[in-house]
């Protein structure tokens, strides 16, 4: 027995599926049948399509996507790189090694 590569379905496929799961007017086996899918995928598709259907009529504005920026943690470093940087800057100042075009 040959084995089918793994499948890749887009969202509006699975939306398609998972509605026709939820009317109900066919078995699993058959909407397996009819999209070549297995029926236990079928079902995990229509729980998702329940379980987020309630954000659709949800009022309060979507959350961003982007993850939250820690500025105190960022300006603490940007303020550890610019010590660093001074330090080796006077280091090399002192040993003769600093560019003239730095000074």
Known sequence: MTKRPRRNHSPAFKAKVALAALKGDRTMSE??????L???QIKQWKDQLLD???????????ASKAPDIDVKTLHAKIGQLTLENDFLEGALDKAGLLSSARK
């Open 31 to 36: 909407l397996a049948a009819q999209f070549d």
């Open 38 to 40: 297995h029926p236990n």
């Open 52 to 62: 987020g259907v309630s954000g659709v009529f949800d009022d309060r504005p979507k």
